[in-house]
């Protein structure tokens, strides 16, 4: 019998698939169990529960920020180390699910192809959260959101994206269209988000009164920000580009120049890790501006949050 038989399942593969009232829905739980750290309704919610942790690629804030939530929901923590399993080697990935489904309750994946996850939730009855892929990071945007909720509150802002149109780019775009934050991508010719993804957003945009717009002129991208966001210029699975890709964006560096350039006050942040000097400079990483590292810390709180939805 499944370990899920009975209840409703809800994955979280892309932001696309929850509405604008989930997602703030998310946020404000987020918040209040941010305040309540550990002492809240929810502590136990997970008792008797087992969450697996699948990592194809390498890991700090994920794979920490969701053992601890599991840990401090009152659940069990498996990390599965990807090649010991072997999915799509040693068994199928729909394989994988179908057992995986029996004995635990949480699939946690960060993989490469986004079309894996997808896999893996069509082929398993518990809910599968999406660690990372190659084409979304939904819960680095949720941390990002609840981030830029606590220090602007309700207020529309526009926000920038400077570097590559990868993964994160495409998740914070999704999160801002579906918030009505104004979101402009700017990058390198040739390396700006997917065309469907940013239509999309597009469309989402419009209805919650935000625009996306995508430029190659970074400084005229930076006249009205309020907040800036990068990510590295080379992701995981790119190794191999990185000496070409660092000169290519070599003129998109969010530094002090960059941010005398944004509107007053403008917020930085990035999903870390940074490699300082290439994409950010240390000088904007650690200014006052910077909330990158409160990011960081609301992984976990974000995290926490949908499990609680997933579960109760
Ligand atoms: N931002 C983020 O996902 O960090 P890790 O790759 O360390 O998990
Ligand atoms: N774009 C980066 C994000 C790391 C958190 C990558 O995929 O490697």
Not at 106 to 131: Q, W
Not at 276 to 305: M, P, W, Y
Request: hydrophobic share 40%; charged share 25%.
């Amino acid at each position: 019998m499944s370990a899920q038989i009975g209840t409703r399942k809800k994955d979280l593969l892309t932001l696309f698939d929850h509405s604008t009232e989930h997602i703030r829905e998310i946020l404000r739980l987020a918040a209040e169990l941010k305040a309540k750290r550990c002492s809240n309704q929810y502590s136990k919610l997970l008792d008797n529960k087992t969450g697996v942790l699948i990592f194809e690629k390498p890991s700090l804030r994920t794979r920490i920020s969701f053992e601890t939530a599991i840990h401090e929901l009152g659940g069990h923590v498996i990390n599965l180390a990807s090649e010991a399993v072997g999915i799509g080697t040693r068994e199928s990935i729909e394989d994988v699910a179908r057992n995986l489904e029996r004995i635990v309750h949480l699939i946690v994946y960060r993989t490469f192809g986004h079309n894996k996850i997808e896999s893996m939730a069509r082929s398993s009855a518990i809910p599968v959260i999406n660690a990372l892929t190659d084409t979304h990071h939904p819960c680095q945007a949720l941390a990002f959101g609840l981030t830029v909720a606590e220090a602007r509150g309700d207020v529309r802002q526009n926000v920038l994206f400077a570097g590559d149109g990868n993964n994160v780019c495409n998740s914070i775009m999704v999160i801002c269209a579906k918030l009505g934050h104004n979101f402009t991508f700017a990058g390198p010719k040739g390396y700006e988000p997917n065309g469907e993804i940013v239509k999309r957003c597009r469309e989402i945009a419009a209805q919650n009164g935000g625009e996306i717009n995508i430029t190659n002129d970074l400084y005229k991208a930076a006249a009205n920000a309020e907040v800036i966001y990068t990510d590295v210029w080379t992701s995981m699975g790119q190794e191999e580009q990185a000496q070409e890709r660092k000169a290519i964006f070599a003129d998109y560096q969010v530094n002090s120049a960059l941010m005398a350039a944004a509107s007053k006050d403008v917020l930085v942040s990035h999903c870390l890790p940074a490699l300082r000097g290439e994409e950010i400079t240390s000088e904007a990483l650690d200014s006052k501006n910077s909330v990158a590292f409160e990011e960081a810390e609301n992984r976990l709180h974000v995290q926490k949050a949908v499990i609680v939805q997933q579960f109760s």
